[in-house]
């Protein structure tokens, strides 16, 4: 099936005229574009906030969270959705605190303004939370997409130097990138370089450079731009997949050493502070409350660090361990 103009000039296909500055989209045969819908609640989100969120110009910046972190909706339109989440959180709350209030009035019989506080302090608070909340997770989810990046791009570079010891074409190699998703993030980034030459036509070098603009992860854009730098200079593709390859393996395993020496610094400190300190600090209080005459006071302080302070430490070291230890997989 031959190639459909790709240029910016006016085409025609099946007597069709296209308007000036269009670009057809290649497809192979018997296949249908597809489209990002949404949701049936985003849906009613658009209609109903559409208005107010035109209103304003989107913020680039959020159009660019967006764009990095491939969630397939406008700012607008993320926006919009803020909106609406807002509204049926704070209903949601609002009926929780109406229930939350009855029962401690009514039942546990704690002052009426605990239930005035109640019913009105939480849907308030999940309104403003989910307004202000939302607009950053896409920050966030794009942060995550770079970490995830960095952790797969060292035996990725292995991939891409072995296609191109072998002479592969660029756009090869990043096509059968994007099929081995084994590299997880990785491929993902060359899937949408891959997009960008076969289906809407874009040369290569155009595709890499927009590849390194959307990417979240600095370190796969410096490498995306040395592609580019280095194509239009006229240097050679090989040596430089090889030594990126060579520096983000000895990269990696500096990065894998440091995060060892942390554990192993974690590992002592949670032995110091969670283990040692507070069986020295329940011995200490209890001899206080036996031969001081601390009394009842004495032991509610014992029940507050069995119960509260090595419970709590002990799901925070918890927590931070196997955050670190998940970033080193």
Same mark, same amino acid.
């Given at each position: 099936m031959p190639a459909t103009p790709t240029s910016n000039a006016p085409a025609s296909r099946a007597g069709v005229a296209l308007p000036e500055g269009a670009r057809t989209v290649r497809l192979k045969r018997g296949e249908q574009p597809t489209h990002s819908t949404l949701t049936p609640f985003q849906r009613w989100c658009w209609k109903t906030f559409r208005q107010r969120v035109l209103a304003r110009p989107p913020d680039p910046t959020l159009?660019?969270?967006?764009?990095?972190?491939? /969630?397939?909706?406008?700012? =607008?339109? $993320?926006? @919009?959705?803020? $909106?609406?989440? +807002? /509204?049926v959180a704070a209903i949601g709350m609002a009926v929780a605190g109406v229930g939350a209030a009855f029962f401690?009035?009514?039942?546990?019989?704690?002052?009426?303004?605990v239930g005035i506080l109640l019913a009105v302090g939480l849907p308030v608070l999940a309104f403003v939370g989910t307004l202000f909340g939302m607009p950053g997770t896409p920050a966030s989810t794009a942060k995550a997409r770079g970490r995830k990046i960095d952790r797969k791009i +060292?035996?990725?570079? +292995?991939?891409?130097? @072995?296609?191109? +010891? @072998?002479?592969?074409?660029?756009?090869?190699?990043?096509?059968?990138l994007a099929?081995?998703? /084994? $590299?997880g993030e990785?491929?993902?980034?060359?899937? &949408?370089i891959t997009r960008d030459t076969e289906l809407l036509g874009v040369d290569i070098l155009t595709a890499i450079r927009t590849g390194a603009q959307r990417s979240p992860s600095k370190r796969f854009q410096d490498f995306l731009q040395g592609v580019v730098t280095t194509a239009t200079s006229g240097g050679q593709l090989k040596p430089y997949f090889l030594l990126k390859s060579e520096q983000y393996e000895a990269e990696n395993k500096l990065e894998m050493l440091s995060r060892v020496e942390t554990l192993g610094l974690m590992a002592e400190t949670f032995v110091t502070v969670v283990v040692a300190f507070p069986l020295f600090l329940v011995i200490i209080i209890a001899i206080f409350a036996v031969i001081g005459g601390g009394g009842t006071f004495?032991? =509610? /302080?014992? &029940?507050?660090?069995?119960?509260?302070?090595i419970p709590i430490a002990q799901f925070g070291f918890i927590f931070f361990m196997y955050t670190l230890t998940a970033d080193m997989v």
């Open positions: 159009e660019e969270n967006l764009l990095k972190a491939h /969630i397939r909706l406008r700012a =607008d339109e $993320y926006m @919009a959705m803020v $909106y609406g989440t +807002s /509204i401690m009035v009514e039942i546990v019989g704690l002052p009426l303004f +060292s035996p990725a570079m +292995s991939f891409v130097s @072995a296609m191109a +010891s @072998a002479d592969v074409n660029v756009d090869q190699i990043f096509k059968e099929r081995q998703k /084994i $590299y990785v491929a993902e980034e060359a899937a &949408w004495m032991i =509610d /302080i014992l &029940w507050a660090i069995v119960g509260l302070l």
